[in-house]
């Protein structure tokens, strides 16, 4: 079975500063999805950024930008010139690929992150 | 385009009672799910609809918990009898189509708080 893990239950970073929240994950299959949600204190959970396992180029949106290590299986988020708007409850995602009949996703326990101004 | 629209916000019963959660997702996304989010962790799905057919109801505790889908569109979730341990937030997502590429990127809605006493 799949498992995420975020070892991280709480984040703290200076307003402007950089931050970079851990996950690793476990699976024996080759093709899937990672991903980061944000979810704000409204509980809408937000897709912050993804990654396609087959890629190796690391995926980036604006200021945010991963570190995929496939072999380690570690995808951490870093999230550069932070905000206040970036607080908010972060999760690490797993989904299967198209050809293991992915849907689901699996998320890690999720990381607390506060911004100072 | 309209998201993913959840109601009720809040809700709050008595052990042993019913309730009922509606969903409707955001127009065209053929794949629905239903996840549940006990506080201090990451979201856990519970259904997935393809359509109006279930795709993966493993974890779905079926002495209790129900769903449908009829006509493939809107969804409703319900629990009969509550108990304590059911206090969560449950979150409704949808997605275009089932692992096909970004399509099937997951859009959440605002999700639905129950309290159990």
């Known amino acids: 079975a799949q498992t995420v893990t975020q070892s991280q239950p709480e984040m703290s970073v200076q307003e402007a500063e950089t931050v970079t929240l851990s996950c690793t994950y476990d699976?024996?299959?080759?093709?899937?999805?990672l991903f980061w949600y944000k979810q704000p204190p409204s509980r809408q959970m937000i897709l912050v950024i993804r990654?396609?396992?087959?890629?190796?180029q690391n995926a980036t949106e604006n200021r945010f930008s991963v570190n995929f290590q496939k072999a380690a299986k570690s995808f951490s988020l870093k999230i550069s010139d932070s905000q206040l708007g970036d607080a908010a409850m972060y999760f690490c995602?797993?989904?299967?690929?198209?050809?293991?009949?992915?849907?689901?996703?699996?998320f890690g326990q999720g990381t607390e992150l506060s911004v100072k101004p | 385009e309209a998201g993913v629209a959840q109601s009720p916000r809040y809700k709050i019963i008595e052990k042993r009672q019913s309730v009922a959660f509606w969903c409707n997702p955001i127009?065209?996304?053929?794949?629905l799910y239903w996840y549940q989010q006990i506080l201090g962790q990451g979201p856990k799905l519970l259904i997935q609809f393809q359509n109006n057919g279930v795709v993966d109801d493993s974890q779905l505790p079926k002495d209790r918990f129900s769903a449908e889908r009829l006509k493939g569109v809107d969804s409703t979730l319900k629990i009969q009898p509550a108990k304590l341990e059911d206090s969560a937030v449950y979150l409704c997502?949808?997605?275009?189509?089932?692992?096909?590429?970004?399509?099937?990127?997951?859009?959440f809605g605002p999700g639905t708080r129950l309290t159990v006493l």
């Open positions: 127009s065209g996304h053929a794949t």
């Open positions: 699976t024996s299959e080759s093709d899937y999805y």
């Open positions: 997502a949808s997605s275009f189509k089932l692992g096909q590429g970004r399509g099937d990127t997951q859009y």
């Open positions: 995602a797993y989904r299967r690929g198209i050809y293991n009949q992915g849907g689901k996703l699996i």
């Open positions: 990654q396609e396992a087959y890629k190796q």
